[in-house]
């Protein structure tokens, strides 16, 4: 039987991806390797970009996933959600420059908000029932309101320094996320063994990561 093929995602959370991996007694290449699939063990590693990476796995190029709760928050695909292998913890916030911190605390004021997360930010401003303008951006969020762009934005936070060196505050958390194992849904019927076998490692692992 072919060996599973796990999807790890480039940026910030591939290090400690790569930490559990080993920390779950797999053996992958030694040193930076800039080869975008990796031989580790049983396991065919390849690394996509987060925003991909989900298609990868409902496609079937790649059995199982590592990704962060917000793209599986924000995209729709058909994968299943198996285990919160807890690094990568950060949380999605609404926040607005300081001077204009008043603007939060008026419902019905309308808003302008800026995101990488448009699905997100749909369902939480039609839940609050407040009525906003998505601005859908891709890069530094953050520069949005300073040039007039948006009222505000929402993204992710970790320490809140970014937030802080923009003369952002934070008025509203909208979700908490880390990174979570997926699998494609017909992988984890036909290498439900080997599928159980990685959950099971990768778990007795999750202490080694901070």
Known sequence: MRPLTLALPSGRLLPDAVRLLRAAGYRGPQGEDRSLVWPWDELTVIVAKPVDLLTYVERGAAD????????????AHEVYELVDLGFGRCRGVVALPRERRALWDSPRQHLR???KYPRVAERFFWE????VEIVELYGSVELAPRVGLSDGILDLVMTGATLQANGLVEVAE???STARLVVN???LRTHSDAVSELVRRLSGAREAVP
């Open 64 to 75: 199982c996933g590592v990704v962060g709760k917000d793209i599986l928050l924000e995209q």
């Open 128 to 131: 609050q029932g407040r009525a």
């Open 174 to 176: 909208v979700f908490r």
């Open 113 to 115: 908000i800026a995101t």
């Open 185 to 187: 849904p017909v992988s």
